[in-house]
């Protein structure tokens, strides 16, 4: 079975800095969906970026950026310029092309200090 | 508005007691699926249906069942309710036709057993 694993449960980061969140993954299939989600104190879940295995380019929106290492299993985020809005869990997830099963990680606590 | 709709969004009952969450899935999503997050926990992937049929089943008790109608809404059903049952439950779906994409999540509802 794919495992997602997530070794930072809690980081933080000074506001306007940047900051990386770790996530391997596990699985033996060459194609494939991986996604960062985050959720606020809110508690709904919001896609921040997701990434293709088939496309070598790594995903960006604005700030979010991921760093997809396909060899190595290695799916990072980054997130640059830390604003206080940031401050969430967030969990990343992996998912086969035929979407039949989503696997999540256990998260990764983000605190922005002022 | 991910377009995934849950009702209700908050529930007091008692230990015993049954209760029925719903889901409404995106506008031509097929596939609905079923998480539990209990309090500061990870999301655990109970079921998920395609087409009004289970595709795939995970830590779901027996005193859990799901099922999906034709119009592809789907219930979730909570029997013998015990403490340990509070949690928010979230209902995401997907595409699921070719290649999948990502999962919509609701907003959740958010049981409490007392």
């Known amino acids: 079975a794919q495992t997602v694993t997530q070794s930072q449960p809690e980081m933080s980061v000074q506001e306007a800095e940047t900051v990386t969140l770790s996530c391997t993954y596990d699985?033996?299939?060459?194609?494939?969906?991986l996604f960062w989600y985050k959720q606020p104190p809110s508690r709904q879940m919001i896609l921040v970026i997701r990434?293709?295995?088939?496309?070598?380019q790594n995903a960006t929106e604005n700030r979010f950026s991921v760093n997809f290492q396909k060899a190595a299993k290695s799916f990072s985020l980054k997130i640059s310029d830390s604003q206080l809005g940031d401050a969430a869990m967030y969990f990343c997830a992996y998912s086969h092309t035929t979407g039949n099963q989503f696997y999540f990680g256990t998260g990764t606590s983000l605190t922005v200090i002022p | 508005d991910s377009g995934v709709t849950q009702t209700p969004k908050h529930l007091i009952t008692a230990t015993g007691q049954r209760v029925t969450l719903r889901c409404s899935p995106r506008?031509?999503?097929?596939?609905v699926y079923w998480y539990q997050q209990s309090l500061d926990q990870g999301l655990q992937f109970l079921i998920q249906y395609y087409n009004g049929e289970e595709r795939a089943k995970g830590n779901i008790l027996e005193r859990f069942s799901a099922q999906q109608f034709p119009d592809l809404h789907s219930e979730l059903n909570l029997s013998s309710l015990e403490l340990g049952d509070s949690a928010l439950y979230f209902c995401a779906s997907s595409q699921t036709r070719g290649r999948a994409g990502e999962l919509f999540f609701g907003e959740g509802s958010r049981l409490t057993v007392l």
């Open positions: 699985t033996s299939e060459s194609d494939y969906y």
């Open positions: 506008s031509g999503d097929l596939s």
């Open positions: 990434q293709e295995a088939y496309k070598q």
